[in-house]
């Protein structure tokens, strides 16, 4: 539902609502940079799944005569 990138980045797949989890789509994540000198976190990223909508876009061309 929600892996780690190689980069560090998380991604969300999509997920039906018999799938949701409170403690996966409805919480609040922080990053985390750890080296030699110390940690620092980040704000906190709140997350809420919720519904995905598509979204269609149109172009419109007119013809030059």
Do not use: D
């Given at each position: 539902m929600?892996?780690?990138l190689?980069?560090?980045?998380?991604?969300?797949?999509?997920?039906?609502?018999?799938?949701?989890?409170?403690?996966?789509?409805?919480?609040?994540?922080?990053?985390?940079l750890?080296?030699?000198?110390?940690?620092?976190?980040?704000?906190?990223?709140?997350?809420?799944?919720?519904?995905?909508?598509?979204?269609?876009?149109?172009?419109?061309?007119?013809?030059?005569?």
């Amino acid at each position: 539902m929600v892996f780690t990138l190689s980069n560090g980045s998380l991604m969300f797949y999509p997920f039906s609502a018999e799938k949701y989890r409170h403690e996966v789509h409805a919480t609040v994540y922080r990053c985390k940079l750890r080296n030699l000198v110390g940690t620092v976190l980040s704000r906190e990223i709140h997350v809420r799944g919720g519904k995905c909508y598509k979204i269609f876009f149109f172009f419109i061309t007119k013809r030059l005569s």
